[in-house]
């Protein structure tokens, strides 16, 4: 059992979370009333791509949808919307029903609400085509910043605050075609355990080129759309596209403002799945953990849900696992589960999935049908549950959704039909530890100045140690010198880099190891692989695997018949996490966090609740980057003299504990938008650090920003103490650069007994600051 304690107990209403409004749109229609009708009478929504060509490919159908021409009402200016990319649109056609639905008004807005999204591919849209122009037409910048800038996967999440005006932090989370419920569990979370009243999560994935090469190139397209879950003969899925969101709020908060309670969130499971990058266990082991851990949160046995909407994708080894995680996780009671695929109707949405089925089953919840599998023909003999195959009435009272994706990533959602009292079994202990309880008790580094700790902190007190950076140029563009500090080749043989499966694996996760091994140490890696310690594992970064990403569009480009299978899974935003957990053989939870460098600060707080929840008995966080010429040009049209730097550093978090280091406070982060400017958030969360004068009046400060930042010299102005700027030593490290702070601060307090304050500023997302101190000392 992944948590020993278990109190059966009545929630107080501050504690439940309730569904209070919902919004979607897919291929099937927009809007709920569109999609109930669709999925009740079982249609399909598939027809020929017109987003991009597919004649060089396998496939041409998709789940494409019928994007409408103009947005709802909403609080974006004109210039705004005109930059807005097709994935950004349907965002925010679904975040707005959603938020109408649940009637929000100004006072809700008035306080923060966190945003917690899934997506896989974010705007790829804008990415392709800034690579189209950047290769083929070098020498036109026409344009590339504006979809440089709004590529970025945070962005989207910034448009749709814009869009509904509202602010509070942002949580992106990729972990594939998890990423929706991922979302949507954690937003539940944030509100179970007290931190927020509110809180506006979901998914979303629009189709892209590379994408649906990447698919086909895996032979993972059927070729005869539509697709056939749980058929005998099935072949592989279809892709689609979609968004969905829902407003979640406390019961208390329900409540008091008389709001129609749609649901209740009742369980939430994760696992990870470390197996294979692309294939499930074949017994289903990680899925059927996912499920039992939900089933555990929500007080229900198997037998009690109503209907499952399967993962169901289609392809041969998906479907088999999950049928066998079902049939181990239902016993004797499986042949009264009532299973079905949407996927049969609308294809696979990727990021967008889980949250979209998981406002599927709510209609089914809702309005008292179950949605149908009709494209089956011969079920697999591993179908000895009930599998939905005509449209069907019934009554609803509990629904699961699972969701499973590449790199091993499973989530399950429960929802129930809301009851005035409800006994439930709370999933972790009921007596928070408080933060500062929280232990680094690790850490560990590459970057450009070597393989280890040892060698950042030699570059700190010795910058001339440090290699100049690597001029980057290709053919035709040895006018625009592209400066970057390269992780150099390990001085030393490090046995890990020659593990098989790290073999293909991008740079970045190469990095990403060697930093979490340094940080775990040789003491607990044993236990770790033995599963005595529960590992979690949070990664955040802003890029991801660029090098084999544009190495792969490159070749899809060229022709898609010869795109390489073996790139494509590397591309996804959690390959890195996904070969650590495999080469430590992690089971426990595992999110991949994305937005700019500031979400480092969000994956240690992630982790620091995943230990006061006993989710797991360790947490490894990890910050990393690389960088190909694509990249570093990008970055060179906001600041041509600015020097960027590739690598990672991880920490290792525990609960208590006599070593390492007190994670003493995490302020923020805190989201910039048009009504709360970067430098008057920068400034605010400053200002929090500095009343915290016993810690903060001897300590030392570690800064980002690689060339001049006036918002957060203008913040730290009145800070005496000592000041350590990794940016300008290292060069600009993205999604490295505060994982780097936080190990070097970590490093020096354990060194000299004194606290250190990290200032996570990110470039156009968030801020926030840590405080470091001594285990035991202030």
Not at 4 to 32: H, K, Q
Not at 62 to 88: F, V
Not at 608 to 617: M, T
């Amino acid at each position: 059992m992944p948590y020993p304690f278990a109190v059966t107990s009545n929630y107080p209403e501050s504690r439940r979370v309730v569904i209070t409004g919902a919004g979607i749109i897919t291929s099937m229609g927009l809007g709920w009333r569109e999609n109930v009708d669709g999925f009740r009478a079982g249609r399909l929504a598939f027809r020929p791509v017109t987003l991009f060509d597919t004649s060089g490919q396998r496939v041409s159908q998709a789940g494409e949808l019928t994007l409408p021409i103009g947005l709802p009402e909403n609080a974006l200016t004109a210039r705004q919307i005109s930059r807005l990319d097709r994935a950004t649109r349907m965002l925010i056609h679904a975040g707005t029903e959603a938020w109408a639905d649940a009637g929000w008004s100004d006072r809700e807005r008035a306080e923060p609400i966190p945003l917690c999204l899934g997506t896989s591919a974010g705007a790829m849209e804008l990415g392709e085509s800034y690579f189209r122009q950047a290769s083929q037409h070098p020498e036109t910048r026409h344009g590339q910043a504006v979809r440089a800038v709004n590529y970025q996967t945070h962005r989207q999440a910034i448009h749709l605050a814009n869009a509904l005006d509202f602010t509070g932090p942002v949580t992106i989370i990729a972990n594939a075609c998890a990423s929706g419920a991922n979302a949507i569990g954690h937003a539940t979370s944030l509100i179970r355990r007290g931190e927020n009243q509110r809180a506006f999560a979901g998914g979303y994935d629009a189709l892209a080129k590379l994408v649906f090469a990447g698919f086909d190139s895996l032979q993972a397209l059927t070729p005869h759309v539509p697709p056939r879950p749980f058929d005998a003969h099935r072949d592989g899925l279809a892709l689609g596209e979609g968004a969905a969101m829902l407003a979640l709020e406390s019961l208390e908060s329900a409540r008091a403002r008389g709001a129609e309670i749609l649901a209740e969130v009742v369980g939430y499971g994760a696992s990870t799945d470390s197996h294979h990058l692309t294939q499930p266990h074949p017994e289903g082991d990680a899925a059927l953990r996912a499920m039992s851990e939900a089933c555990r949160g929500a007080g229900l046995r198997p037998d009690q849900i109503d209907y499952l909407n399967s993962h169901g994708t289609g392809t041969p080894l998906n479907d088999v696992a999950e049928g066998r995680a079902i049939q181990r996780w239902a016993g004797t009671d499986v042949e009264k589960i009532r299973v079905s695929s949407t996927k049969a109707s609308i294809g696979h949405l990727l990021g967008g999935a889980g949250a979209v089925e998981a406002v599927i089953a709510l209609m089914a919840l809702r309005e008292n049908f179950l949605p149908p599998t009709t494209t089956v023909e011969t079920p697999d003999e591993v179908c000895t549950f009930d599998l939905v195959r005509e449209p069907r009435d019934a009554e609803v009272r509990n629904v699961l959704t699972n969701s499973f994706g590449f790199g091993g990533a499973n989530a399950t959602l429960i929802f129930s039909e809301f009851e005035e009292t409800r006994a439930v079994t709370i999933p972790f202990e009921d007596t928070k530890t408080a933060i500062g309880k929280i232990r680094i008790s690790g850490w560990g580094a590459v970057t450009p100045a070597g393989w280890g700790m040892a060698s950042l902190v030699e570059a700190i007190e010795s910058p001339e140690s440090l290699a100049e950076p690597e001029i980057f140029t290709r053919e035709g563009r040895e006018s625009r010198p592209l400066l970057v500090r390269r992780v150099p080749r390990p001085t030393e043989k490090l046995p890990f880099l020659r593990d098989p499966r790290l073999r293909r694996a991008s740079p970045i996760a190469r990095f990403s190891v060697g930093a979490a091994l340094e940080a775990i140490g040789e003491a607990r890696l044993e236990a770790v692989k033995s599963g005595e310690i529960r590992l979690g594992v949070v990664y955040a970064y802003v890029n991801g695997c660029v090098n084999y990403s544009s190495r792969f569009y490159g070749e899809a480009l060229r022709d898609p018949a010869l795109a390489s299978p073996i790139l494509f899974p590397e591309t996804v935003y959690n390959a890195p996490a996904s070969h650590l957990s495999s080469l430590l053989g992690c089971h426990a939870i595992n999110y991949t966090i994305v937005g700019d460098s500031s979400q480092f600060l969000s994956a240690m707080e992630i982790a620091a609740r995943w230990l006061e929840e006993n989710r797991c008995d360790g947490v490894i966080v990890v910050g990393g980057e690389e960088f190909d010429w694509l990249c570093a040009e990008a970055y060179q049209l906001f600041g041509s003299e600015t020097v960027y730097a590739e690598g990672a550093a991880a920490l290792y978090l525990e609960r208590g504990g006599e070593a390492g280091v007190s994670l003493d406070s995490l302020i923020g982060p805190e989201l910039y938008t048009n009504a709360h400017p970067r430098g008057d958030l920068i400034r605010r969360v400053a200002e929090k650090a500095e009343t915290q004068q016993g810690k903060v009046a001897d300590s030392t400060l570690f800064t980002r920003a690689s060339r001049d930042d006036a918002d957060e010299e203008a913040a730290w102005a009145d800070f005496k103490g000592k000041r350590v700027n990794l940016g300008r030593l290292l060069g600009e490290g993205m999604g490295a650069a505060i994982a780097w702070q936080c190990a070097a601060a970590a490093d020096l307090v354990d060194r000299s007994g004194k606290p250190a304050v990290v200032s996570a500023v990110g470039e156009n997302e968030q801020a926030g600051v840590v405080i470091l101190t001594a285990n035991g000392r202030e």
